[in-house]
């Protein structure tokens, strides 16, 4: 029994500091803020960026969501179980609804040529170039059948770290079909790696 | 956990898995207990794991990533727009227009701004004698005095005593020199006309809209952000620039003879009160009792038994602009007696 203790000691602290820092903030507490913004802001540009590749509209956006996030403080829930997804849901509301009012965007864009690109990590010694190219190549083509939205699920999954439920609850899908869009990529990625370790003892 | 038959998962099944996943992702300790024990108990899975591993890690995007100064930059731009007291913040975004094509609108407001600025030019270089509403004036306060100035943009700046005062407004920028003491209130225009407060030293503080205080006295700069943000230039000696920025509630205090400077974060109000007519005095030392009675009276103080400077007080006390009036304050606050010899202050226990 004595094992346990370490771990719920972990889970306790983990929990009730994110809690005292949103107290701390609903409260008025600018270090507090500061250290939200701190905590969140490389997540949020990313999510940006790959979410329409407009640095300038992310940084807007971004600083209108913390602008709102402080002057609504006090109205806004006091138990917030995953900050990252609260921020990088309502960054995704403002990223939509800007997009939509600006013209020089026809909607059919948003479908299809947004980026949330995938690409094979590099660390393996053992795979030569020659090789990881053809990796590429093979996960690209597969890729490519995935829907934008499609990968913007695998991205909030693999990337983000959101829960499956947390998913579907941003995207308006089940969490069946997060599932197995996921055990679609999840394919795909195996196919590719392991047709290239069959290259590899050829 | 969920309590799932783990034993009969391919490498695939694995890689699919929440809990696996969230594991590779985000490990803690309960996690990793968890999985080091499972595979310690079923060795026979070991491969499977091993190239789940790999699958969930194979899953990347490419990487964007902002700079320190530009997260600065999006921060202090998170408090300008709240600036709600100071509606002309962005007037560009303000201006309606509805109808246009963001991009085009740009174009020929740039191409506008380019025939301008040329026209300007032209005319100005035909006609030196007139400078363009070009506006230069001086003003200092004496020993003792405390004056507030109104600036053509509707700035305010107070000036502390024994201050100098340059004011020069041309074209696109509105400077300062300032050897003293000076708060200043400084109006954001329409047309983001910068505000650059310059010291005779190698810092200069540039702004738009803001209010703060810079203090030149002594062998150090300070610069107190009461609101806003501000960002500062400070040249070494081979004229190197480096910039910094200061957000709401923050000092940088910079040396002179060493051109060192920290920033740290201080109760701007302590700084300002001066400007209303009160000294607030948190901890305040009988050395920085000295400096005031130099700074504001060009009185000296000597001090003979240095362990009294250290001794400080707090509270605070209303600032009279009479030498003989602050000193019996000072004198009562640190329960000390002052002898006056013409300028010369001494102290006694």
């Known amino acids: 029994m004595k094992e346990l203790q370490p771990k719920q000691i972990n889970l306790l602290t983990v929990s009730s500091s994110l809690g005292d820092l949103w107290e701390q903030f609903q409260s008025g507490d600018r270090d507090a803020f500061s250290k939200i913004y701190r905590n969140h802001i490389d997540y949020l540009y990313h999510f940006g960026m790959h979410f329409c590749l407009d640095s300038e509209r992310v940084k807007d956006c971004i600083q209108d969501l913390f602008k709102d996030l402080w002057l609504d403080r006090e109205h806004l829930t006091q138990t917030v179980q995953n900050l990252r997804y609260y921020l990088i849901s309502s960054l995704r509301r403002r990223l939509l609804r800007s997009l939509q009012k600006d013209r020089r965007h026809p909607s059919d864009l948003l479908s299809d040529s947004f980026d949330f690109q995938l690409i094979l990590s590099h660390e393996s010694a053992l795979i030569n170039d020659e090789i990881y190219n053809e990796k590429k190549l093979l996960l690209q083509q597969g890729i490519a059948s995935l829907t934008r939205r499609e990968r913007e699920v695998i991205y909030l999954r693999f990337y983000q770290d959101l829960s499956y439920s947390e998913i579907a609850a941003l995207m308006a899908m089940k969490v069946d079909s997060i599932y197995n869009l996921v055990s679609k990529a999840i394919s795909l990625l195996r196919t590719s790696i392991v047709l290239s370790f069959f290259f590899l003892f050829l | ?349």
């Open chain 2, 1 to 349: 956990m969920d309590k799932k038959n783990y034993e009969f998962y391919t490498a695939s099944d694995f890689a699919k898995d929440e809990d696996f996943q969230q594991w590779i992702l985000c490990p803690d300790l309960k996690k990793t207990s968890f999985w080091e024990k499972w595979m310690h108990q079923h060795p026979e899975n070991q491969a499977a794991i091993t190239e789940a591993i790999s699958l969930v890690h194979s899953v990347q995007f490419r990487s964007y990533n902002l700079t320190n100064s530009e997260k600065d930059r999006i921060w202090d731009n998170i408090w300008d727009k709240m600036n709600s007291d100071e509606p002309e913040v962005n007037p560009v975004f303000i201006a309606p227009v509805r109808g246009w094509k963001w991009k085009n609108w740009w174009k020929y407001a740039a191409a506008v701004i380019v025939g301008f600025v040329a026209v300007f030019s032209i005319w100005k270089s035909a006609d030196k004698t007139t400078p363009s509403k070009s506006i230069t004036f001086s003003d200092h306060t004496d020993q003792g005095e405390m004056k507030k100035l109104l600036l053509p943009d509707s700035s305010q700046i107070t000036l502390n005593a024994n201050t100098e005062f340059v004011f020069s407004q041309s074209g696109n920028v509105r400077e300062v020199w300032m050897k003293g003491e000076g708060y200043f209130h400084v109006k954001h225009t329409k047309d983001n006309k910068e505000f650059i407060v310059h010291t005779y030293d190698n810092l200069s503080v540039k702004v738009l809209g803001t209010r703060f205080n810079v203090n030149t006295f002594g062998d150090k700069i300070s610069v107190v952000l009461e609101h806003g943000s501000i960002q500062l230039s400070i040249s070494d000696s081979t004229n190197h620039e480096t910039q910094l920025y200061l957000k709401a509630g923050e000092m940088l205090t910079y040396n002179k003879a060493t051109g060192d400077y920290t920033k740290r974060k201080v109760e701007a109000e302590r700084f300002v009160s001066w400007t209303s007519g009160r000294l607030i005095l948190d901890h305040y030392t009988l050395n920085d009792a000295r400096a005031f009675m130099q700074n504001v009276f060009g009185k000296e103080m000597i001090i003979q038994d240095s362990t009294l400077l250290k001794s400080s007080i707090s509270g605070s006390m209303p600032i009279i602009y009479k030498s003989d009036t602050m000193l019996l304050q000072f004198g009562k606050a640190f329960q000390l007696h002052f002898q006056k010899h013409g300028d010369e202050i001494w102290i006694e226990k």
